[in-house]
């Protein structure tokens, strides 16, 4: 079983809109982390926020912010106010506590393209 | 100064070539990764090492080798390369602070293997 999922190939925004880029996940430790990553046409894979399972509060980092559900074991990622930077491709990512290799698990991510 | 880097950036290489790709940081991080990435698909962990003494397997470490020469290199290596490790490559460090232990990851090597 896939242990996170990115269900949308693709999305376009308009430039200074929101954005909702979705991502569900799938484990049975109790402890672990969610991250999202932004990777440009450039290749690089750049850091953006991270939300950890016992957080009580969403995180947020700047334009950034994760709308973390538990229960239904979704961590989505929200983009306010696009710019045309942001077009890139975001990926969705799980590290679990008991998993000795402290590796990330990614999704296949999603392209998002910023309209001017 | 990019605190993880890579070398090369981008190669070409033949089918049976014994090939290294470096990485490099400045993080002081102990935990370092090699990850690749293959199109439409996510990164996937090839080995990895939270000390300069410790080497571990990931999920796709067959076909590869790497070695911990310092905290601050860890080089992956392709004794005998075929064209379906043709990938992007990533290099990637982190620190356990508190809970977190982000991942930080180098620009990428793009290896294609004729």
């Known amino acids: 079983a896939q242990k996170i999922t990115q269900t949308q190939p693709g999305m376009f925004v308009q430039e200074k809109e929101a954005v909702t880029l979705d991502c569900t996940y799938d484990?049975?430790?109790?402890?672990?982390?969610l991250f999202w990553y932004k990777q440009p046409s450039s290749g690089e894979m750049i850091f953006l926020i991270y939300?950890?399972?016992?957080?009580?509060q969403n995180a947020t980092e700047g334009r950034y912010s994760l709308n973390f559900q538990k229960a239904r074991k979704s961590a989505n990622l929200v983009i306010s106010a696009s710019q045309l930077g942001d077009s890139a491709m975001y990926f969705c990512?799980?590290?679990?506590?008991?998993?000795?290799?402290?590796?990330?698990?990614f999704g296949t991510g999603t392209r998002l393209t910023v309209i001017p | 100064d990019a605190d993880v880097t890579q070398t090369p950036r981008n190669r070409i290489t033949k089918t049976g070539k014994r090939i290294m790709l470096e990485c490099s940081q400045t993080?002081?991080?102990?935990?370092m990764y090699w990850y690749r990435q293959d199109p439409g698909l996510g990164l996937r962990l090839i080995y990895y090492?939270?000390?300069?003494?410790?080497?571990n397997k990931g999920e796709i470490s067959d076909g590869y080798s790497v070695s911990r020469q310092a905290q601050a290199k860890f080089s992956l290596s392709l004794e005998s390369a075929i064209p379906n490790q043709t990938a992007l490559y990533f290099c990637?460090?982190?620190?356990?602070?508190?809970?977190?232990?982000?991942?930080?990851f180098g620009p990428g090597t793009r290896l294609t293997v004729l």
């Open positions: 990637a460090t982190s620190d356990l602070a508190g809970e977190v232990d982000t991942q930080y």
């Open positions: 484990t049975s430790d109790p402890s672990y982390g």
């Open positions: 939300q950890g399972s016992y957080d009580q």
């Open positions: 990512a799980m590290r679990e506590r008991r998993s000795g290799a402290n590796n990330l698990f």
């Open positions: 993080k002081g991080h102990d935990r």
């Open positions: 090492s939270f000390d300069v003494k410790d080497i």
